[in-house]
């Protein structure tokens, strides 16, 4: 091979990037504005599952679990807030778990959604089941605690998911609803910020 084929290949190669990262930048571009239209109705979305009866969910502000960033909302009807949603991370056996918590006014759990999590499948995703997360309904922050034992003053940890059920109850739902709690009879989060 000479120095003049060596060359060739180089400006092929060169060539076949360039054009390559143009098209990827060019699809980026013109996706980016419909991947946050659908980003802002997925949030929305959910924030209306979690707490059908309420007309809107102002943004209270922003705080952080596990270095991550979360969001915290009222739910209002008829300008009155009827509860809180937040969102929270757990640290489980394969991945953060991104929970969000939806608490009537005495600070006691109404809904779970998981919102994503990477734990391992057949095993540590059965907590994104209704079984499980039903088991949070009701509990207020000094009873969200995973068991391995049968109980109904606590949560029942999944059978052979122990780490995962741990993750949601203790460290993701306990710390968002100690959270709300703490910041709501502090005086609450100052000016509402309306989406």
């Known amino acids: 091979m000479t120095g003049k084929?060596?060359?060739?290949?180089t400006l092929n190669l060169v060539v076949v990037y360039v054009?390559?990262?143009?098209?990827?930048?060019?699809?980026h571009a013109n996706t980016s504005p419909i991947r946050f239209a659908n980003k802002v109705a997925a949030e929305k979305a959910a924030l209306n599952s979690m707490m059908p009866e309420a007309e809107d969910t102002p943004l209270l502000g922003v705080w952080k679990i596990h270095d991550k960033e979360a969001k915290y909302y009222a739910a209002t009807k008829d300008g009155k807030t009827i509860g809180y949603i937040v969102q929270s991370f757990g640290k489980g056996y394969s991945s953060y778990i991104n929970t969000l918590i939806a608490v009537g006014r005495d600070f006691k759990v109404i809904k779970v959604k998981i919102l994503d999590q990477k734990e391992t499948p057949g095993l540590g995703d059965v907590i994104e089941e209704v079984d499980f997360t039903n088991r949070l309904i009701g509990k207020d922050a000094e009873h969200l605690k995973a068991l391995k034992t049968d109980t109904t003053e606590y949560v029942q940890a999944v059978t052979g998911a122990t780490i995962s059920s741990r993750a949601v109850t203790d460290d993701a739902v306990r710390n968002g609803v100690d959270f709300i709690r703490n910041k709501m009879k502090e005086g609450g989060p100052g000016n509402v910020r309306r989406k």
């Open 5 to 9: 084929d060596i060359l060739k290949i």
């Open 19 to 27: 054009v390559g990262g143009l098209i990827l930048a060019i699809v």
